[in-house]
Each structure stands twice: as C-alpha cells, then as structure tokens.
C-alpha cells in the first residue's frame, strides 16, 4: 500500500446520519458473458452513492455535493454520524478510494467499514459533531479556493481559515498508514506467537481443533 | 468489588475474548485467534487475494465454505450443470486449497448463518469470523462471532487471526412471557426501535433474561442477527441446556469423551455477577404486539396496532430529515395505520427466519389458505437441510398449495443479490419480509421494504396487504 502522510484537497459535505455501505456502493454480482473468473476488487465507478446521486431515471441530481463543481475532486469527505453502517460490503470503501477519497471525518462510524478504511488507504477520523461543523461552515466553494489538509502523523487537520483541530488515532494503525506496511505482513512477522498460542489452546480446547472431518 | 487475589468479574464476552487473545496491540486492540472462518461466495474474492500474493490458506481445516449469495433458488435450475463465477471460484480454490466447501444443493448447502450452527461447525466459547456482517447470528451460541470486510477476510485466510479492538459491553434484558402471536423477531424489531439504529454502535451486545432463556435455539438466532442493526459488531447469548442440546450429535460437533469435554467448559461460559456493562436495559416482552418496519431503516419499527409516527413530532432535524426522506420513499403517510397498505411481494427467508421453526410458524398459518392474486409469495428455506427437513413434514405441500412459490435454499431476495441480482423486488413494489434490513434498495432499486416475522408475512401474504396475524 501506498503510505499516507497527509492528505489535501476540498472537503465534501454529506451531513447525513447512519448512511449505510447499499447507499455508498449499491453494487450488486452481475451475469456476465465470458470466463469464470472473478477480480479480487471490482470497482463500478458509477454507483458510488448512486441512490443520493442520480434520480430516479440515472441522472445526476445537482444538489447531490459531489455532482457539484468544485467537489468532484474532493479528497475529504465530511460525514454524518454512524458512517458506513450496515453491510460488509467492502464496495463502499473501494468506491470512495476510487473516487478519490482519501479521508472521512465523522462523529462515528460502522465499525466493519472504519476497519476497511486503514486497509485501503483510507484515513477515518472520528470527530466531536459540533466539531465538524465548525469544518462544514469552512467548506465554502470548494476546489481550489477551499483547501483543508489533514497530516497522519500529528494528527492535525487544518482548515482553509487556518483553524488547527487534533484527532486521536490507534498507533498501530498510524504507523502502518505512514509506512505502508499491509496488515497480513505484520501479523505474518508475528507467526511464532500465533503458533505458540494455538499449542497452548490446542491442549486446552482440543475440541477447537481436532475432529475438523466431519464424524459420522 | 472484588477481593485482593480474587479475579475480577468478567462479562461472557470478556471471558471468550481473553482465551482468544494472542498479542495485545494498544490501544485496546489484539490480535484475536480465529477458530473458525467461514466464506461465502461473495468473499471469493478473498482467494483471488491469496492467489495473487502467492501466500498459502493458513489453516484449510477451520476454514468452511457455503456459496448462498449470488446462486439462484429456482426450483428448476439445474444444479448439476449451473455454475456462476462467484461459485468456480469457490469450488477451484476448494480443490487448491483443501477447506471443507458444502457445494450447492448437498447436505450441508446453505446460508452461512444457517449452515455452520445446523453442522456444529460453530461452537459455544469459539471464535469465528465470516465476511459478511451479520455474523453476529452465530453469537447466540455463545461465541464471540463478527463480520469482517474483504480484506480483513484475507487476512484471516492467511493467518487465521483477525486484528479486533475489544468493545465495552452490553446487556439487553428481555423479560416475560411471549404473547401468543409473538415471535423472537418481533422481539428484536422492538428492541431496535428501542435502542435505535446506532445505539449499540462499537458494543458487544448480551442478550439475557427470561424470554431469552425460554426461547429455543432458532429464534436465538434471529435475536442475535440483528444485532448489527443496532450498530453491535457482536451479540450473544451464554450456552445453557437448551444449547447443548442443540449442538449434540451435529456432524462437526465433537463426540463422545471430547463432547463431555467441552461441555464442562461451555457450562463456565456465562457473565459473573458484577460483571460491568457499559450500557444495561430491561424491555418486558408481555404486552408486545406483531412489530413492523415502516420506513427505510430497521429501527422505523411500530407494533402492527400503531400509527406511523410525524416527523413534526421529532425534535433532532436530522433524524426529522430522515423520517420525512423516508415516508416520502416508502409512499406513506404520517398517522396512517399500517394495516390495509396493499403489498406485492412477500419473502419468507434469509438468516434471519429460514429455519425449520420459521418454516413451520409459516406453514400454520398458510395452511388451508390461499396467497392473494396479485400477490407473489416466495419461500426460500435457509439450507439445503432445512428443506429436506421441511419436505420430510410435507410444509413443502402446505406453501404450494396455499399459492406460494417453494424454492431452494440461498440469500435470494434479501439483498437483491439472488441469481446474479435477478432475484429482486421489483422498483416501486412493496414487500413484507422477514429479511433484516429495509434499506432504500436494500431488495432491489427502488423497492420497499417491510420488516416483519413469518407469522405476519403470511397474514399480508393472504390477506394481500399488511395484516394483523392475530386477525388471520
């Protein structure tokens, strides 16, 4: 993974609670001709918020924040609480990455999507609500009159006004945003002490681990 | 308090999570063991991921496979020729990778939830982890069981640990008897309306108290899988009789010397008193009508004898806001009675309420009735045991000669997903289903979704708009 130090651009806005992952991504398996073969992502651009995007008969709604000029290049993303509730569904991730968010601040978050965040060069920052508002009321025209940046490793955001405002983040996931390091490498460092736990657990749980054919 | 040199009182999570633990990570995170990961067809992609890092599936032998999304359950396909390429994958990477895979319409064939409780794959005091959120269904087992997203997946696939922070907990006290009529699901439609849609975010959840304890294993089930509507990644409920007996004698259940075994470890599995809980609420189930869903989130919830809410009366501007969007997407008004809202569609199914006892609810109520014309009424079994066993008892018969559709088991209309997405709800169609989530084109574009138990799917079914089941 690319590692991320800081992110700037315009902020969109989307005050809106519980915005569940079928909203963000509404993607769906499709029939297909052609080979058996699935991607390990499949990104469809074009369903990114697509119930709050488009109308009823596809086309884009002007008063959806990222159909508006100046945000369709936006990088942050001002959201509502109990953000990407719902689903698994890592299609909400992928899309906002895809559309080039690259961070999401928010009073709170589903926790399977804040988790899918890190892993995809996503910075969730979690907020006081009245907190982002005072980000709301700075937004203004966006792109490129309106600049916020938003630095990883201080844990700073940075309004186009200059205002300076701190968020806490798990360690672990800071340094692996500034490294770039994956997860699975990390935990594979870590093998040994995975191992050494299972002969532990083995002994005392045996049942865990031993008839895992199907008895009849 | 407890006393110098005595433990602390721990919760049921708290005692599953510390045996799980294999490295703290601060910050109140850990790497947890997983002792059994589960993927479905739409997690495939997690293999694609493996294949491509050349890395190897850590541990083949606690890793169970079931393909429920995407497939069809028609009762005409074809199974021993159909394929789709979500299924390939799962059956390639089967033979690649050498993970237990229930292949379609086989013993063992179904919905994740439904399938690894019914093979006693999952298990009191374990842990299992599966890509999709409402995993929590398995929690009413006592096991600490959560979803994951892909790439948490394939973590899990190559390490079999999943990187977790521990959530405060939880206790959701349900008390008193259940009316006749009531079913666990409305049970938990109602706690839902009670605790709101984020109001257990970032919690574990314990469901306890007597109509918990009274209740059998299914309706746990459907307790605990909508746990995550709450916002909880987690719910459970501690292992008692009712539990083991559940589990003895499944197929991947242990036996003999192990089974004594690993009972009198579950029997340890329940919270001390004085446990904490960060959060604690009591709902008396006695005088509980049937519970529906009126609008686009799962805690828009009335009892069937209500009127829907005005937003006018709602303080919070964003929730007004979202009260207005959503009367305004599902058609209806404020004050108006629910009863007499004409449907299109029902959908019993999903793992929520595809088990036997959902399955034999229904059927009492359809039998000797007939589905309204303009109705289309689908029943789809939770597995492909579930259906057997329902045949067996000739429920099959019941649905189809009352006018429903009788069709294999799979995910099907719940997220729209259902034979590569054409098994849907039609844009602008109004179904009653015992599904979990009435999202804005949750069960296809622009259709509208209803909330409620098999009971009164079965009374909208027949009376061909929304119905009391206590009138039927």
Known sequence: MEPLIEIVGAAASLPLNNVNTDTIAPTRPRAQAGPAAIAEREIDATALFAPLRYDAQGAPRADFVLNRPGFERATILLAGSNFGCGSSREQAVWLLADFGIRCVIAPSFGGIFYDSCFKNGILPVMLPADQIDLLIAEVGAGAPQSIFSVEVASGTITTPGGRKLAFDLPEFRRSALLSGLDDIALTLRGSDAIAQFQARDRAARPWIYLPMTKTP | ?472
Request: aromatic share 6%; net charge negative; glycine share 10%.
């Open chain 2, 1 to 472: 308090m407890a006393e110098a040199g005595t433990p602390a009182p721990r919760t049921l999570f708290d005692k599953i999570w510390d045996a799980h633990v294999i490295s703290d990570m601060g910050d109140g995170y850990a790497l947890i063991h997983v002792d059994r990961h589960v993927v479905h067809d739409m997690g495939a992609r997690g293999f694609v991921g493996l294949r491509n890092r050349g890395l190897p599936l850590k541990h083949p032998e606690l890793t169970f496979a079931s393909a429920d999304h995407a497939i069809p359950t028609s009762p005409t396909t074809p199974w021993a020729t159909y394929s789709n390429p979500y299924l390939e994958n799962l059956r390639e990477s089967a033979r690649i990778f050498g993970f237990t895979f229930f292949d379609v319409a086989r013993p063992g064939a179904g919905i994740v939830h439904v399938v690894t409780p019914e093979q006693g794959i999952a298990l009191p005091g374990s842990t299992l982890a599966c890509g999709d959120s409402h995993t929590c269904t398995i929690g009413a087992l006592g096991a600490v069981a959560w979803g994951v997203g892909q790439s948490e997946l394939l973590h899990i696939l190559a390490t079999q640990t999943s990187i977790q922070q521990r959530p405060p907990n939880m206790r959701i006290m349900i008390e008193g008897p259940r009316p006749n009529g009531i079913t666990p699901k409305d049970i938990i439609l109602h706690v839902i309306r009670r605790v709101g849609t984020a109001g257990a975010r970032g919690l574990a959840i314990e469901f306890a108290g007597s109509a918990i304890a009274d209740m059998d294993m299914e309706g746990r089930f459907t307790v605990c899988n909508m746990a995550i509507e709450m916002g909880a990644r987690y719910g459970m409920i501690a292992p008692d009789e009712t539990t083991f007996a559940y589990l003895k004698g499944r197929p991947y259940a242990p036996k003999g010397e192990l089974w004594d075994q690993a009972v009198a470890n579950w029997r340890g599995l329940r919270t001390d008193p004085g446990a904490v809980f960060e959060r604690e609420i009591v709902i008396p189930s006695r005088d509980l009508a049937p519970q529906l869903t009126w609008g686009t989130s799962p805690d828009q919830v009335i009892g069937v004898d209500e009127s829907i809410p005005d937003p006018a009366g709602e303080t919070d501007a964003v929730r007004r806001k979202s009260m207005i969007d959503a009367l305004s997407f599902v058609g209806l008004e404020p004050g108006q009675s629910l009863i007499g809202v004409p449907i299109d569609n029902v959908f019993i199914g999903s793992c929520t309420n595809a088990r036997l006892s959902d399955l034999r609810l229904a059927a009492s109520y359809a039998k000797g009735r007939r589905v309204a014309g303009h109705v289309e009424a689908w029943v789809v079994p939770g597995s492909f045991d579930v259906k057997t066993a329902a045949e067996a008892e000739g429920l099959d018969r019941i649905f189809i000669e009352a006018g429903f559709q009788w069709r294999d088991a799979g995910c099907s209309m719940c997220g729209g997903m259902g034979d590569l997405s054409r098994e849907r709800v039609a844009s602008g169609k109004r179904v009653v289903s015992t599904t979990n989530r009435n999202f804005v084109g949750r069960q296809g574009p622009g259709s509208r979704t209803h909330l409620a138990s098999p009971a009164m799917a079965v009374a909208a079914a027949i009376a061909g708009c929304i119905a009391d089941v206590r009138d039927l």
